[in-house]
């Protein structure tokens, strides 16, 4: 530690490049929770927070159906599980934990471990139907389309377009702009 106030972070970072075309490079930071003594893998840990008592039941569920408690998350979050696993593949960790969560105190403030449910992030790609190819062709466009970008500092949204696959990258207006455009017709 070089200074006594210095904050440790809670997981490792791992620094990758892949090269996503022939002209382009990219380096992603990937993070890493834990690593598992004795079998030289990398596991990380994501929480799964109860929020309705009646629908996810992991007080009484949990013990007999972890499997099926899972699957019903993995339905109501797909998109968080998705983008949970594509960080993990990335960052090459071969092991992923899911942590079932029960509020402790009703403020929220507390939380309690009720259960755990380990996978191997390679079968659990597969069992989602997640295609790591079409993340990384996603990935691609958008750096494609950054790079092409004529402006050189700004606020965009990059969105798709209703009906053929097709995005674009348009350029909003942010406070300041709007300020400075103010100005601008004041003087006038």
Known sequence: ???????????????KLWKISKDLT????????????GTGQYMNMYPLLAWNEKRQGW?????????VC?????????????RWTVMATLAGVQQMGFGFMSRADPQGKAHDLIGSFTVNTEQFTSQINLNIDNC?????????TLVKCSEDEGTFLYM??????T??????????E???????????
């Open 70 to 82: 899972l699957t019903r998350e993995i339905a109501d979050n797909a998109a968080k599980f998705s």
């Open 26 to 37: 990219i380096c992603i930071r990937c993070s890493v929770h834990s690593f598992l003594p």
């Open 178 to 188: 709007e300020k400075d455009s103010d100005d601008e017709d004041e003087g006038l």
């Open 1 to 15: 530690m070089e200074d006594e106030d210095q904050i440790f972070t809670k997981m490792g970072y791992i620094y």
């Open 59 to 67: 007080m009484s569920d949990l013990d007999s159906m972890t499997a």
């Open 136 to 144: 990384w062709a996603t990935l691609k466009d958008v750096v494609e």
């Open 160 to 165: 798709k377009d209703p009906g053929p696959l």
């Open 167 to 176: 995005y674009r990258l348009i350029k909003m207006n942010t406070d300041e």
